[in-house]
C-alpha cells in the first residue's frame, strides 16, 4: 500500500515523504500515515485504537516505529484530501478490469465475472 501512495503522490511530497512541512521529523512519514488509513479502511476497522493495538501485538516487527493514536488521529484528519486522491486512483485501477486465471475480465460490485473458473 505504501508504494501505491508514494507513487500517487510522488509528485506532491518531499523527500521524506511528507505532504507539509514538520518542524521535527515525525516517526512515521505522511505517505505512510496514508497507507496505514487505507489498509485501515480496507480491513474494516473502525477504531483507530484498535487498529493500532492490532499493529503493536500483531505486527511489532513489521511496523517497529509506532505512532500514537492522537498524533495518527490528528495528520490522518489533516490528509484526508490526499487519502481520498489515493483511493480513487486505486479504484480506478481496479475497475479497469482484474485477471482471474489468466482471463480478463471487467467487474464490479454488482457484477459477477465470467469465466472465473479454472
Not at 496505514?36 to 487498529?51: H, P, T, V, Y
Not at 511496523?63 to 495518527?72: A, E, L
Request: proline share 3%; aromatic share 8%.
Amino acid at each position: 500500500m505504501l508504494q501505491i501512495t508514494n507513487s500517487a503522490l510522488k509528485q506532491d511530497m518531499n523527500q521524506d515523504g511528507n505532504l507539509h512541512f514538520y518542524p521535527r521529523k515525525p516517526k512515521l512519514s505522511d505517505a505512510e500515515i496514508i497507507a496505514l488509513s487505507l489498509c485501515q479502511e480496507c480491513l474494516g476497522i473502525d477504531s483507530e485504537n484498535w487498529f493500532l493495538a492490532k499493529l503493536k501485538s500483531d505486527y511489532r516487527d513489521d511496523f517497529p516505529s509506532s505512532v500514537h493514536i492522537t498524533n495518527y488521529n490528528k495528520r490522518r484528519k489533516r490528509l484526508t484530501a490526499w487519502t481520498e486522491q489515493v483511493n480513487r486512483r486505486l479504484a480506478a485501477v481496479l475497475n479497469e478490469g482484474v485477471c482471474i486465471y489468466g482471463r480478463q475480465c471487467a467487474c464490479s460490485r454488482m457484477q459477477t465475472c465470467q469465466g472465473t473458473t479454472a
